[in-house]
């Protein structure tokens, strides 16, 4: 896989995250609430914009955004049993691993192949 498509691959994860975010998160009093509409949701969409942002600009540290938007999903999805029957942080958790994985994996192969 080359790099090119590592990170087109990564910043549609990301996108993918975005998307998540306007899928069911949780239940409150009898109402699904939206990601966009739960605190944690309008920071991971902010941050996977971030996240796109820095891939197309070319810095290596994209790889951190992801994470951190991975972290947070993956909380959110395993927080309590709600979360377990909940789509939307489960795909947006999914989707910033993966591009978390293709973040590391292209910035290893850069410092490989710019080694002396």
Known sequence: M???VRLRV???AAAV???SSFLPWTVEDDRTL???QVGDGQVIVLTAVVTIVMIRLGSRLAWFAAGFSAAVLWRQWFEDEVGLQSLGPLLGALAASV???LLVWNMLADIRENAP
Do not use: D, L, S
């Open 17 to 19: 995250v975005v998307i």
């Open 2 to 4: 080359t790099a090119a």
């Open 34 to 36: 939206r990601g966009v």
């Open 99 to 101: 591009a978390v994985g």
């Open 10 to 12: 990564a910043e549609v």
